[in-house]
Each structure stands twice: as C-alpha cells, then as structure tokens.
C-alpha cells in the first residue's frame, strides 16, 4: 500500500500505539481520554505482541502520576486496589556519602518550606545542632521515619498533606490500563506481531503489517515496543546514543519478597542502599516488597551481585528466584522522527535512581497529547520541539543521577572512584559544581524553566551528602525575618502532620476496605 501523505493539511485521525505495557497504555489512555475531553474524532488503536514480556520492575512513579491518572479519569481508590499501590513521599538514601555507619539522607517530595519565596539553605548552613537538610527545611523525612501516611482518609482523591507519589505493581498497573482503555475510553486493542511497516512517499509510516497479514493504518505512530524499538529504531535507524562512559550501571536483578506478617509496616519511600558495584532499591507494597541489585558489570560479576542481593533480603530469599534486566543507558538521537514518537524504553533507559522511567512517559505524552497536531503539516513542527524539549530533559535526568556518584567520598571501590572521576562527568557538572560551593542551587541555573529535577532536588542530594559549601552569611534583613517565620511555620505542619496523619499501612487497608472521596 503507498500514500503520498504530502497533504500538510490531512488531518491526524487515525493513532495507533505499538507496544503494550505501562508505556504502551499510558499512552493509549492519554491520547484517547484528551480526544474525548476536546470533542474530536481521533480514534486509538494499540498493538502489542503476545510473545514479548513487559520489562515490569518499575514501581516507582513521581507525583505527576496522580495528574496523570486523574486526567484518564481513572479513581485513585480504583488504582490503589488494582495495582497493589502504596504512597511514596521520596527516597531514603543509605551510605552514598561515605559509606559509614549513620549515613544516610532524604530526598523528599516535599520542596523545602519557603520555596520560591525564600532559600533556607544558607540559614541551614549556620542552624545549631547540625539538623540534617531535609528534616531542617520540611517535615516529610519526619513522616517517613514514624512511617505515616501522606494523607488521610477523608481527604479527597489525589490529595494529601504532603506531596506523594506511588509504588505500584507494574504488571497489574498495566492491565488496569488495558481495561480502563478498552472499557471506558474506547481503545482498540489488537493482538498480533508486526513483520514490517508500508512507508508512504514522504517517508512517513503510512501502516505496520501484521505477521498473519492484517494491516493497520495510522497518520501518527507512537513506538512503545520498549527494548525492541520496531519503529524508531527498526524502521528509521534512529541512532542510539549511549551513556554508559557517564552511568556505569548496566544489570539488575530483582525479586518479590512477601512480607513476613501481612501486617508488617510498609515503607512509604524508597530505600536505596549502596553496595560495592551499584546500590539496592526496596520499595513496599500493599503484599510484597520490590527489591532489586543495580549494578556494573564491569565492576562485579552477574553472580556476586545476586548473591549481594540476596544476603541484603535474608532467608526470605532462599526460596525466591531472581530476575536479570540488562540496562543499555542511553537514549535516541531523536525521539520523534516523520510520523512516529518514541516513548518509554523504545527511547531510551538510565538506571532507575530517582523513578524517571515512568515519569518520561508522562511528560512525552503530556507534550503529545495536550498538545497534538490536528493536521499532517503541523506534525513537524511538534517534532522539533519534543526533540529539543526530550534532548534536553536527558542530558538533565543524566547529569543529576551522576551527581548522586560524583559528590561520593567513597573511596571502598574502584565503582565509586571511577564516578567520583571528573573525566566521567556531564558537561557542565564540573561547572555547576564549583558555583553551588559558594552559592546554593537556584532556577536561574538551568536552561529551562520546566526542568525534570529542579533546584530544590539538587539541594537535597547535595546537603544531604554533606557536599562542602560557603554560603554568603545571612544578614539581619527582611529576608531572614522571613526564614525564620518559615522555618516556624515548619515546625508547627510538622507536629499537626504527625498528629493527624495514619500509619501507612492503616490508610492503605481503609482505602482497600472503604475508598477515599471522590474528587
């Protein structure tokens, strides 16, 4: 079949989502759920294989997840069910400054109190008694240390006290979509292997051919095919650019570890713990804990990893087998190319330090289908700007996991001495870093007013691992009455907070038994 596609004004109405999986029906969902919302006539079909596994270790999201959700209409009291889903309000880091006993930071959800109005970190520089950065500037590392909640009950859906984020089974999130996609937003889901694509005479995909023959047009292809890349990278020979001279990581090995009592408590954070070669995520469910090794294989063996893995679990892991993920850190070149987009793993993957990977999918499809093209002629136009937009966001996602390696004063082995390396940073790390010894992170040193990780991130990790500063000394001026009456007003959230707030388990098992208010 040949289509000139030349037409600048045919109109996009025919969408079709190769690739299942979490990216997959992320997509299908948004890009339905906005053609609802704006009345138009655009019709989505997904595509997927019978015969190819979804990756399915990515538990964590960030706090755009619950925009996300509500924007597909989908309940959060449905979704927690559904998805075996806990509350996440950050990460714990454990001996990434040094290794020694008692270290350990947070990097919560919550941006430090003041935040725009005010920079605490100089006033933090001088407190007394030494308080850690985060439980100094906000309450919610206070939270996740009495393992409470962020939020109640009788809070409406998606909202809480604290900021929050989830933990979720990938597996079930993904075929929680396909049913809200199918039943409720109207997608055509269609099994089937592609065999190859019909191309139009403008080099746009005019349709992907089925292995049993059946063919499946579309004006716009978003390639969710994860590792495989069919479109991106088996029709358009987008190139791959790696990161691996930057990331070191690029193995992990994971297992589900049930609780031992199903009233254990459930961690509402990430634990990231670091190890000789790499670290260990581990990340409580409603049933299970989701626990895994990321590690370079340059620096240890597929075998002494596991076996790291499995002596951090305990006799818990004698009875479980272990799951290996090759991780190829990089991305594309380009994410979208003619009529085809790429988005999840299709575009690229970076070791799972912060929860990126499902974040990325979000932003790619907030930046399509919030704003998608209407007719053939504006598709380059977007294009354009989702390559410069994701470009950047990338070399920004990859710059501030590094700086988690390279601000290291670990010196135990050769895999954090070889990050602590300069020769193995970013462009513009060295740079950055050298200014926020004198000055704290700010917005006005990014490019970007949007950007994936902003300042008050950066100051978390690098307060957080003791990273040497000399702030200018605080003045008697109106901005530090300001931080103090801040500072005050943290402390008063923080004790409201721990009164009012339910043990995380126990919220967990009243949405189960009850459900939040509906929005």
């Known amino acids: 079949m040949r289509n000139t596609a030349d037409d600048p004004e045919r109109a996009i109405s025919q969408i079709v989502v190769v690739g299942g999986g979490s990216a997959g029906w992320i997509a299908a969902c948004r890009l339905a759920a906005a053609a609802r ?12 294989s019978a015969k190819v596994p979804t990756v399915g270790v990515g538990e964590g999201t960030w706090p755009t997840m619950r925009n996300t959700l509500a924007k597909i209409g989908l309940s ?3 979704f927690v069910r559904g998805c075996d889903a806990a509350f996440k309000q950050g990460a714990r880091f454990v001996g990434w400054a040094d290794g020694a006993p008692g270290d350990s930071y947070y990097h919560p959800l919550n941006p430090p109190a003041g935040a725009p109005e005010v920079d605490l970190a100089p006033y933090w520089q001088r407190r007394p008694g030494g308080a850690d950065f985060a439980e100094w500037v906000d309450y919610q590392a206070t939270l996740c240390d009495a393992g409470l909640a962020p939020k109640a009950i009788t809070m409406p859906e998606y909202a809480g006290q604290a900021n929050y984020a989830y933990h979720l089974d990938a597996g079930k999130f993904a075929r929680l979509l396909h049913d809200h996609a199918v039943t409720t937003l109207g997608v055509t889901h269609v099994v089937g292997d592609i ?10 995909i005019a349709s992907v051919v089925l292995a049993d023959g059946r063919l499946i047009a579309g004006d716009l292809f978003v390639d969710c095919s994860g590792f495989a890349a069919l479109l991106i990278g088996g029709v358009y020979d987008v190139p791959f650019r790696s990161c691996r001279d930057v990331m070191f990581a690029d193995r992990a090995v994971a297992m589900q570890v049930p609780y031992d009592d199903p009233d254990d408590p459930v961690t509402c954070h990430t634990v990231a713990t670091a190890q000789t070669a790499g670290w260990i995520w581990d990340i409580g469910l409603w049933t299970r804990r989701g626990i895994g090794h990321v590690y370079s294989s340059a620096h240890q063996s597929d075998e002494a990893a596991e076996a790291t893995l499995r002596r951090y679990i305990g006799p818990a892991a004698e009875k479980l087998s272990a799951r290996v993920l090759r991780i190829d850190a990089g991305h594309r070149a380009r994410f979208w190319q003619n009529n085809c987009v790429a988005v999840g793993l299709s575009a690229g993957f970076v070791e799972p330090l912060e929860a990126s990977a499902l974040m990325l999918i979000e932003a790619s499809m907030d930046a399509i289908a919030d704003r998608l093209p209407r007719t053939r002629g504006a598709v380059d136009t977007a294009a354009r700007q989702f390559n410069a937009a994701f470009t950047h966001h990338w070399a920004r996602i990859i710059e501030f996991l590094k700086l988690h390696y390279a601000i290291t004063r670990r010196t135990d082995s050769a895999f954090w001495r070889d990050h602590a390396d300069p020769a193995t940073w970013p462009d513009g790390l060295a740079e950055r870093l050298a200014l926020w010894r004198d000055h704290p992170p700010a917005a006005v040193d990014f490019d970007h007013a949007r950007e994936v990780f902003g300042w008050p991130s950066y100051q978390y990790v690098l307060h957080g691992m003791n990273y040497p500063t000399r702030y200018p ?4 001026t109106p ?3 300001l931080a103090q009456r801040w500072i ?8 409201e907070a ?3 707030l339910p043990k995380h388990r126990d919220l967990l098992r009243a949405v189960r038994e009850h459900g939040m208010q509906t929005v």
């Open 479 to 481: 901005d530090a009455a």
């Open 37 to 48: 919302r704006s009345g138009s006539d655009v019709a989505v079909t997904l595509v997927e």
């Open 498 to 500: 721990m009164q009012r």
């Open 473 to 476: 000394r605080p003045d008697a």
């Open 76 to 78: 959060e009291t449905e």
């Open 488 to 495: 005050a007003r943290n402390e008063r959230v923080r004790a």
């Open 195 to 204: 065999a190859r694509a019909e191309m139009a005479d403008n080099g746009d």
